[in-house]
């Protein structure tokens, strides 16, 4: 089948330029990793991910998270793992 259908979005250029390094990366066009996103869509029927909206206590932690309040530090790995119980 020969590839006729265009597809126009309006983004923003750091979002498109920030995708297309990882796009590079992964050795894809946007073209193709387009083309993998909607091939996914019509295996899938629906999208390839789940999307949710968080419920309060994490959208309290990712307020808190971007704002850097109640942020435990650690001095190494060790310390981490000796808080989380690891060891």
Avoid: C, H, W
């Amino acid at each position: 089948m020969s590839k006729t259908a265009v597809i126009t979005a309006r983004i923003e250029p750091e979002l498109k330029d920030s995708v297309e390094q990882v796009f590079r990366q992964l050795g894809l066009s946007t073209t193709q990793a387009i083309t993998l996103f909607l091939r996914q869509v019509e295996l899938q029927q629906g999208l390839p991910f789940n999307l949710k909206v968080p419920n309060a206590t994490t959208q309290a932690a990712l307020r808190e998270a971007q704002e850097r309040r109640n942020l435990t530090t650690y001095t190494d790995a060790n310390d981490l793992f000796a808080d989380l119980g690891i060891e």
